[in-house]
Nanobody, 120 residues
Framework: QVQLVESGGGLVQAGGSLRLSCAAS????????MAWYRQSAGKQRELVAT???????NYADSVKGRFTISRDNAKKTVYLQMNSLKPEDTAVYSC??????????????WGQGTQVTVSS
């Protein structure tokens, strides 16, 4: 079994900052790409940011310059530093990872999500 557990969500005023964490646990040989997605009420899930095992990153246009994705491979953890938050950033944020397990190969895993609410 592989699990992703997010933390760090909450309520913040517009212009504020939050840092999300997502820790992987279980029978993991290697983690390739990790990503953060978000979904707000009535909208489709949106890719926010991705990071490869080598540290290459990619961001949605809506968060470029404000959000930073990073990872600690030794801790099997991915982070999302969110600055200059806007009310439209309000959503449930979920992490996703491509995990390689020796006996079963690659599996795509989702976390349970953490709520981020930005008040105006």
């Amino acid at each position: 079994q592989v699990q992703l557990v997010e933390s760090g969500g909450g309520l913040v005023q517009a212009g504020g900052s939050l840092r999300l964490s997502c820790a992987a646990s279980g029978n993991i040989f290697r983690i390739n790409s990790m990503a953060w997605y978000r979904q707000s009420a009535g909208k489709q899930r949106e890719l926010v940011a991705t990071i490869t095992n080598a540290g290459s990153t990619n961001y949605a246009d809506s968060v470029k310059g404000r959000f930073t994705i990073s990872r600690d491979n030794a801790k099997k953890t991915v982070y999302l530093q969110m600055n200059s938050l806007k009310p439209e950033d309000t959503a449930v944020y979920s992490c996703n990872a491509d995990v390689f397990r020796i006996n079963t190969g690659y599996v795509n895993v989702w976390g349970q999500g953490t709520q981020v609410t930005v008040s105006s």
